[in-house]
């Protein structure tokens, strides 16, 4: 069974473009959920989607960010315009089971410069 | 704000050894308490979940809860240096709010010298 994919793997923006990341969720998860580390900093937490609902995007750090899931399948987190402190690892991941003891199992992230 | 706190190490344990990583945290309603490995430049990959009061053994990991102490740790026994990496302690599921979101704290780099 395939993983969580992510990408790309890495991605060196200026200040100003926009990227766009993409994630891959195991087969049949229907909840997917993105997180974001800063360096020095712990993993936070941006937003969750059932499906292809936003459960919850109180993670998100300002309306630059831009998250979709059209079909419930991938996703995809826009960044538009990037700043200097958008720099950092974005990771995504997808569980079956929202609440209680799910597993997420995490994608192997996508480390983003902004220059 | 909810927040989940770990010593940052690095801990240095000779191998055959036992490691001892610790957790605690601030949201009293938390349900369910995961330990992470990440080896640099890797995804954060499960070892350990655990969600009563007491004791949990998966092989050479186990992992304690006490949540009156809102305390969660995880022993290594019999440390190999395949186990350097950083732990990430990460807790789910307090009353009110999202209660699918995993909060991280900073991870503790354990170093395991042969």
């Known amino acids: 069974e395939a993983g969580v994919t992510q990408f790309p793997s890495h991605s060196v923006i200026e200040k100003g473009q926009t990227v766009t990341l993409r994630c891959d969720p195991i087969?049949?998860?229907?909840?997917l959920y993105w997180y974001r580390r800063v360096m020095g900093k712990e993993i936070k937490f941006l937003l969750h989607?059932?499906?292809?609902?936003?459960?919850?995007e109180s993670g998100m750090p300002n309306n630059r960010f831009l998250a979709e899931r059209t079909g419930g399948t991938y996703s995809t987190l826009k960044v538009q315009p990037a700043e200097l402190e958008d720099s950092g690892v974005y990771f995504c991941?997808?569980?079956?089971?929202?609440?209680?003891?799910?597993?997420?199992?995490f994608g192997p992230g996508t480390r983003l410069t902004v220059l | 704000q909810k927040e989940v706190e770990q010593n940052s190490g690095p801990l240095s344990v000779p191998e055959g050894a036992i490691a001892s990583l610790n957790c605690t945290y601030s949201?009293?309603?938390?349900?369910?308490f995961f330990w992470y490995r990440q080896y640099s430049g890797k995804s954060p990959e499960l070892i350990m979940s655990?969600?009563?009061?007491g004791d949990k053994e998966d092989g050479r990991f186990t992992a304690q809860l006490n949540k009156a102490s809102q305390y969660v740790s995880l022993l290594i026994r019999d440390s190999q240096p395949s186990d350097s990496a950083t732990y990430l302690c990460?807790?789910?599921?307090?009353?009110?709010?999202?209660?699918?979101?995993?909060?991280f704290g900073k991870g503790t780099k354990l170093s395991v010298k042969p």
């Open positions: 087969s049949g998860h229907d909840n």
């Open positions: 990460a807790v789910k599921g307090g009353y009110g709010g999202s209660q699918g979101n995993l909060i």
């Open positions: 989607f059932v499906k292809e609902s936003k459960q919850d």
């Open positions: 991941a997808s569980s079956q089971i929202a609440g209680g003891p799910d597993t997420q199992y």
């Open positions: 655990i969600y009563s009061n």
């Open positions: 949201d009293r309603g938390s349900q369910s």
